[in-house]
């Protein structure tokens, strides 16, 4: 269903600017941005995502991963086709690498906001995240959703890769609570190379968030020969603890996945190093996702203590109490 679009402006010859995200696309008439979801009609823009569900399911927000916003709770999840990146390491490019110039998206399910914000209150949701593939492709959609919920009394999040404009991230400002941004590299030659973008603009986003006031985490996924350098892991960690030492670092395992099959899965050795930088960089919070059993729990960052323990996304002991350790009496950083 074609509709309208946000955050652009029209050009000469019935050309239009998308300033959704960080590639900024001139679009001409009859053409799609490289989101392959957003094409002009004479001159307008229009987003053919609105209302198109491909994925909805009901997530425990430690698999966002959030592990420091409304812990234990559950959160509706959906998700439209597309994407504005091309990762080939994709853990969900059957739904994010799908174009709706190539394809029909009748596949999937008609959904109206109303009905979203509905369902996710009737099974005891404490949040709307809009996950899975980019959020940012679906930004109407997920914008009218967002100020729904808000006034429902549910929070937003977004599982981002962190190149939408600061256009973008103003206009959702005040409706959105949470976001895990998704920092893939920390060099811009491997983002220009493996997905097809720039560094700076999910470096600004990041920035741009803990500003704001958003609850933000972010997340590195170490890909083996990519990635995985302790010069490059240590810049990283740097660069978060450089804006806020509160801001979780979530290390997550790759394994072998879409075009990326000859590629083994990140040793273990590689996320404790990884772990441990973050930890010298200052960071009070850092963990390690896809592998079960180790790295998930909280930690009071003065005593110490075990505040948070879980197994995988399950939170099987909560004792964070108004926000604080009831140990030493900390501030633990996040929204309990």
């Known amino acids: 269903m074609w509709r309208e679009a946000m ?14 995200c960080s590639h900024r696309c001139v679009v001409s008439p009859g053409k799609f941005g490289i989101c392959s979801v957003r094409e002009n009609r004479e001159g307008r823009l229009g987003t053919h995502a609105y209302g198109e569900v491909i ?35 994709c853990q969900n490019w059957q739904i994010s690498q799908l174009k709706e110039k190539a394809v029909d998206l009748g596949q999937g399910e008609r959904l109206s906001p ?12 404490r949040s709307l995240s809009y996950t899975y593939t980019e959020p940012t492709i679906f930004f109407e959609y997920a914008y009218d959703t967002a100020r729904l919920g808000r006034q429902a009394g549910l ?7 962190g190149y939408m404009t600061r256009e973008a991230l103003e206009a959702i400002r005040p409706f959105l609570d949470a976001a895990n941004v998704d920092l893939k590299a920390f060099k811009d030659e491997t983002y ?7 560094l700076d603009p999910v470096l ?5 968030m803990n500003e704001l006031g958003i609850w933000v985490e972010v997340t590195t996924l170490v890909v ?5 350098g302790q010069e490059e892991l240590q810049a990283i960690a740097e660069f978060i603890a450089g804006l806020n030492i509160d801001i979780p670092w979530h290390i997550s395992r790759f394994h072998p996945h879409y075009q990326y099959t000859d590629i083994g899965s990140t040793p273990l050795a590689t996320l404790h190093r990884a772990f441990e930088l973050g930890k010298q960089a200052g960071l009070h919070y850092v963990y390690l996702g896809n ?9 009071c960052p003065r005593c110490g203590k075990v505040l948070v323990q879980r197994t995988g996304f399950d939170v099987r002991e909560n004792l964070i109490k108004g926000g604080s350790c009831p140990f030493c009496g900390a501030k633990i950083a996040g929204r309990f």
């Open 55 to 89: 994925a909805a399911h009901i997530d425990p927000i430690e698999k966002k991963p959030l592990y420091h916003f409304l812990p234990g709770s559950t959160s509706f999840s959906i998700a439209t086709a597309g994407c504005n990146f091309r990762c080939p390491f």
């Open 114 to 125: 109303e009905e979203i914000v509905r369902e996710a209150r009737r099974r005891g949701c």
């Open 192 to 198: 220009k190379k493996i997905c097809g973008a720039r």
């Open 291 to 299: 592998v079960w059993g180790e790295g998930e729990d909280t930690n």
């Open 204 to 208: 600004d986003s990041i920035r741009s």
């Open 7 to 20: 955050l652009w402006r029209p050009l000469d010859r019935h050309r239009v600017e998308c300033f959704l």
């Open 224 to 228: 083996p020969g990519m990635n995985d």
């Open 155 to 161: 929070a937003n999040v977004f599982v981002t890769n």
